[in-house]
């Protein structure tokens, strides 16, 4: 079966420190890669995709991602982590081959940045 | 970019009655809708697809009867949650696919309904 992984439900940093969030998938071929964030009792907003190309893609407020290939991970990165990026994170991923466009969901991953 | 207005925000109701959450888009033609439920701390659990013009496809488990959903427009999709029960309480939010352009890889999500019946 396709799945997701995000294998820590917290992550705790300080301010000013290097984040990273992890995720890793279990998906037939070559599927599309993204990242949302998520704020209490809001929608989630979209941080970053990997279509193709380059595999270190920059998205919003300074985050990027690496896709690895052998690896079939694309953690989540930000050099310096702000409190105000404390929320819920979410990778997900669109097999190619899914002709209903559906995206299969990581189980989400909370980060706290500590002052 | 491409923004989804989902209302309300937050509901609250009596058991039996139905409550219908909108989401609209605003400035582009969402193909498909995606409808999800998610429960405290958990991620998110697709319950519904749908393309414009046709009956929504629904995921194994979610009763199509008690969970109506209407797409009858581009721009326009609907979940109705008929007789509401207290166990149907959760936080709903929509996700459109636009279907042309580089936003076709993209999703855009609503801002969520908090539904409580009580």
């Known amino acids: 079966a396709q799945s997701v992984a995000q294998p820590e439900d917290q992550v705790n940093v300080a301010e000013g420190n290097p984040l990273t969030v992890k995720c890793t998938y279990s998906?037939?071929?070559?599927?599309?890669l993204f990242w949302y964030v998520q704020y209490p009792n809001r929608g989630l907003q979209f941080l970053l995709k990997?279509?193709?190309?380059d595999n270190l893609v920059k998205g919003s407020y300074g985050f990027e991602a690496e896709f690895n290939k052998s690896q079939t991970s694309f953690h989540l990165k930000k050099p310096s982590a702000l409190v105000s990026d404390s929320a819920l994170y979410f990778c997900?991923?669109?097999?190619?081959?899914?002709?209903?466009?559906?995206?299969?969901w990581g189980a989400g991953t909370k980060l706290i940045i500590k002052p | 970019g491409a923004v989804v207005s989902q209302h309300p925000s937050w509901v609250i109701c009596k058991s039996g009655t139905s409550v219908k959450i909108e989401c609209r888009s605003l400035?582009?033609?969402?193909?498909?809708m995606f409808w999800y439920r998610q429960f405290p701390k958990q991620s998110l659990m697709l319950m519904a697809t749908?393309?414009?013009?046709?009956?929504?496809?629904?995921e194994q488990g979610v009763e199509k009867d008690k969970f109506l959903i209407n797409h009858a427009s581009l721009t326009l999709s609907t979940l109705t949650v008929t007789s509401a029960h207290p166990e149907d309480s959760s936080f709903y939010i929509c996700?459109?696919?636009?279907?042309?352009?580089?936003?076709?890889?993209?999703?855009?999500f609503g801002s969520g309904t908090r539904l409580t019946v009580v």
């Open positions: 996700s459109a696919r636009e279907g042309r352009g580089t936003s076709a890889y993209g999703y855009t």
């Open positions: 400035d582009f033609q969402a193909t498909t």
């Open positions: 749908s393309n414009e013009g046709s009956k929504a496809t629904y």
């Open positions: 998906v037939s071929g070559n599927p599309y």
């Open positions: 990997y279509i193709t190309g």
């Open positions: 997900a991923v669109r097999p190619l081959m899914d002709s209903n466009y559906q995206l299969i």
